[in-house]
């Protein structure tokens, strides 16, 4: 595993968005995990996640790409934080766009924030947890009306792998379905691997009790 891939994990436990215990998901699933990427709060902390952001773009998609697209609330801050980062660290000026909830009729009117997306562009899409696809579903056809694009693909913070609407995969699933390409910063297989009885801030937090609830909840909902 990369060495960005173990400190980003550590990273989500220090900052408290990733977490342990009895939780429900948004779809309804009692799960032992939980991804609460709202936990980012500080300027530090951004600086930090747009650089994981970036280093896995760069790794999956390259640079090669005009517009990074978020989807309205959470994928505006992450779209400014990782185009900052995708600058200072690889050199390639990209495009940071999100759409809005509502759009406004008055001012700089439209349904977009920052750069308009024209006929052309190259785009990825960056959010940052995705289990069933429903936002993938609003967003497309918001980018789609824009002009002639190429989405690229789709990057996420963390992949849960668990099943999506069928027996694949959420990532998979969209995948399939739009020919795109998906990928995460980390897997919860690699945060399993890389967390299981060992230290993180001082104490473990996937001990045998947690690794057997996760065992279990994967016996149920894991992606095939």
Known sequence: MEKYKQEFIEFMVDCGVLKFGDFVT???????????????????QLRKLGEYYAKAI???????????????????????????AISEHFGADIKYCSNRKEVK??????ILLGSPIADGDK???????????TSIEETLPIIKA??????????????RCERGKGEKSALTEIQEKYGFRTTAIVTMKEVVEHLYNKECGGKVVIDDGIKTAIDAYYEQYGAK
């Open 26 to 44: 948004k779809s309804g699933r009692k799960t032992p995990f939980f991804v609460n990427t709202g936990f980012y709060r500080t300027g530090a």
């Open 58 to 84: 760069n790794d999956t998609f390259g640079t090669d790409f005009d517009v990074l697209f978020g989807p309205a609330y959470k994928g505006i801050p992450l779209t400014v934080a990782t185009s900052m």
């Open 105 to 110: 009729d008055h001012g700089d009117k439209g």
């Open 123 to 133: 785009v990825v899409i960056i959010e940052d947890v995705t289990t069933a696809g």
């Open 146 to 159: 824009q002009g002639d694009v190429d989405v690229l693909g789709l990057v996420v913070s963390v992949d």
